[in-house]
């Protein structure tokens, strides 16, 4: 996607999130709405004065010819490595709740590395177990703090 | 009372236990700022959660701990590497790295661990003189003055941010509306919460930083793999890093000038220890005598963006601590730490929050002689941290994120919000939307709608209230004038004012 189509999805973005709240501004009273509704109408005049910076730059961008350090840089990153990155990190949000820490924790981190490469078989398996341990130990022993046990509560 | 404030602050931060955090905090944020690619801002986010056990100035003295030895620790990989450590040390490279080629890392590491410490000692010592002077001129703020300063604020970040002003004003304003999910503060009602019970007290001002900051950092590391340039060797460093004092002595004036362009670039709001690097750096340059040397590893260079990234620390908390506005992205989630402890940003800091700023105040300036001597045990054992590699970091990052979002409420609803953010975030930075003023947004948007509200009640609905007071007034026009600054129209009249026959012809 080229930069200019990114700003124009942003923006639309941004409109829509101030549609949204503005929509609900109607219930509510008037001491409520006042200082939301201003705000509504910055973002809006704000995202389309983006899209007209980010036109007047493609245009300037366009008569010298040039080609932007940001489009060389990102020859260099994997797209399907980095959605696949995400997706895990989907996986393990929406997994940790019923299936809990203990089990989707190590396997998360074992699979991304797998994933990666990172290092050996036997590191893997013992960073992914050992952090596992150090952040219980850390959050629930020592700090008290809750960790989602999903099987295990 | 600011002199028993002090003294208080004083006895609570000498306690063996907030001593020993401040120790921890030092020694993290050495290593974490050794690992490039990782931000002492992002290891704050991800460390925060951490502070909820402890009592809020022993936490978040940690945190501000954390914040000055990740600014040393960001030279270890620009010296070794030439790939700097976090952002505020960028600067290092330029002489830093050409010194360990000469063979000189050790003296490389003694001249920045040296340069930090002073650095270091003339912010806390700033802060600790102007910021309850200041907080007591703070004090006679107004809701009236508040709204104005938070509108200051939130300007000059947007407009001081890294790319185009318009967008970081966009990504503030986007923070402020967030800010305004929850009960309404004047009427009680239910805002944009869209029914969800989670939302009633607004979004969850951590839990947005650790999706912000942290999602996207874990992304960049898996995207640059491959791009490192292969493993590198490190040699053990054998040699002496303590330079001597005939060593240090051509070394002072660019350390202090360097320290004090660190203060004040830390104070101006939306500014932080990479602006500070590459000024002291430049400044260093146009002083010396040997302009052509800068560049080829000589250790003034190193001593002067050294000396200024630490300073930014002290400087930055200045105004969030006094005034409730963050100068810094590091500072607004340290900002967050208090938040989660129930304490809000304001002037109200230096007062009703006394025991825990003043502890926090004097625990910067611990944590920078701390940071001394972290650093002399430590930095020949952290060098080996910069070989660790990204694809073992990254998935240790979204770990902590997961869980530490979850810790904060025991609500998966949090951990969802947090991903949320996360994936914001990452979009934000492709179109190198800044995200620091949103979460600087997310912090003043309550302040400013209160304030605003408050101010419409006194004057019974009238605006021109902002203009009636004088330092209202003076604050506003500061605002404008911080938005006019950098626009076209701003350049144009420079130039014409510099070079009016050029323009007019």
Redesign the interface.
């Known amino acids: 996607m080229s930069d200019f189509l990114k700003y124009i999805a942003a923006a639309l973005l941004a409109i829509l999130l101030s549609i949204i709240f503005y929509i609900k501004t109607f219930s509510l009273p008037p001491e409520g709405y006042q200082f939301p509704r201003l705000l509504i109408a910055v973002v809006i005049l704000l995202s389309i004065a983006m899209v007209i910076e980010a036109y007047f730059k493609l245009i300037k961008n366009a008569k010298k010819n040039v080609k932007t350090e940001k489009n060389k840089t990102e020859k260099n990153v994997n797209s399907l490595r980095v959605f696949i990155f995400g997706l895990l990190i989907g996986l393990y949000v929406f997994t940790i709740k019923p299936v809990g820490y203990f089990i989707v924790t190590p396997l998360y981190l074992a699979v991304v590395y797998l994933y990666l490469k990172s290092t050996s078989i036997r590191n893997i398996v013992l960073i992914s177990l050992g952090f596992t341990i150090f952040v219980y130990l850390l959050f629930v022993k020592f700090l008290h703090l809750p960790i989602p046990m999903g099987f295990f509560s | 009372m600011i002199v028993q404030n002090l003294l208080y602050g004083l006895v609570n931060v000498l306690k063996i236990s907030n001593l020993l955090t401040i120790a921890l905090g030092t020694a993290i944020g050495l290593f974490v700022g050794a690992m490039p690619g990782l931000s002492a801002t992002m290891a704050i986010a991800i460390l925060l959660?951490?502070t909820?056990?402890?009592h809020p100035a022993t936490g978040i003295s940690m945190m501000a701990a954390l914040y000055m030895g990740a600014m040393y620790g960001g030279s270890i990989a620009a010296i070794l590497l030439k790939t700097p450590g976090t952002p505020a040390a960028a600067a290092t490279t330029l002489d830093g790295y050409p010194m360990a080629q000469k063979g000189q890392a050790a003296k490389a590491f003694g001249i920045s661990l040296t340069a930090s410490f002073i650095g270091g000692m003339i912010s806390s010592i700033a802060l600790l003189t102007v910021a309850p002077l200041l907080g007591q001129i703070a004090l006679n703020f107004g809701p009236v003055e508040l709204f104005s300063v938070a509108v200051l604020g939130m300007t000059i970040i947007a407009s001081l941010s890294r790319g185009?002003t318009?967008?970081g004003?966009?990504s503030g304003?986007?923070g402020?509306?967030l800010a305004?999910v929850g009960m309404?503060p004047?009427?009680g009602?239910p805002?944009?919460t869209?029914g969800n019970i989670y939302l009633f007290s607004g979004i969850p001002f951590t839990v947005a930083l650790i999706g912000l900051f942290s999602?996207p950092q874990?992304?960049r590391l898996?995207?640059?793999?491959?791009?490192e340039g292969g493993k590198h060797k490190i040699d053990p460093i054998k040699e002496r890093i303590l330079p001597t004092i005939q060593e240090l002595k051509p070394l002072i004036v660019t350390i202090f000038r360097s320290s004090i362009i660190g203060v004040i670039t830390g104070i101006i709001p939306g500014t932080g220890g990479d602006t500070a690097c590459w000024f002291a750096y430049n400044e260093a340059k146009r002083f010396s005598k040997d302009k052509d040397k800068f560049g080829t590893g000589i250790p003034e260079g190193v001593a002067a963006t050294e000396a200024a990234n630490n300073a930014v620390v002290g400087g930055a908390l200045i105004p969030t601590l006094t005034l409730g506005i963050p100068g810094s992205s590091t500072t607004a989630v340290l900002i967050g730490g208090l938040m989660v402890h129930g304490i809000m940003p304001g002037p109200t800091l230096m007062t009703e929050y006394a025991d825990v700023t003043y502890t926090l105040i004097w625990a910067l300036l611990f944590a920078t002689i701390i940071m001394f001597f972290v650093g002399l045990i430590f930095t020949k054992a952290s060098i080996y941290v910069t070989m660790v590699?990204n694809?073992?970091i990254?998935?240790?990052i979204?770990?902590?994120c997961?869980?530490g979002s979850?810790?904060i409420n025991?609500s998966?609803f949090d951990?969802?919000l947090m991903?949320g953010f996360?994936?914001v975030g990452?979009?934000?930075d492709?179109?190198?939307?800044p995200t620091a003023p949103m979460v600087i947004g997310l912090i003043l948007g309550r302040m400013?709608?209160v304030s605003?509200?408050q101010s419409?009640i006194i004057s019974h609905g009238s605006w021109s209230i902002f203009v009636k007071s004088p330092i209202s007034a003076v604050l506003l026009t500061l605002a404008l004038l911080s938005i006019l600054q950098s626009t076209p129209l701003f350049t144009y009249i420079i130039k014409k004012i510099k070079n009016p026959k050029k323009i007019m012809s």
Request: no cysteine; hydrophobic share 65%; net charge positive.
């Open positions: 959660p951490l909820f056990g402890l185009s318009i967008m004003l966009l304003a986007v402020l509306l305004m309404d004047i009427t009602t805002r944009f869209f999602i874990a992304i898996i995207e640059t793999i491959g791009n590699s694809r073992i990254a998935p240790i979204v770990v902590l997961v869980i979850f810790a025991n998966f951990v969802l991903f996360g994936v990452y979009f934000m492709k179109i190198k939307m400013l709608d605003l509200n419409l």
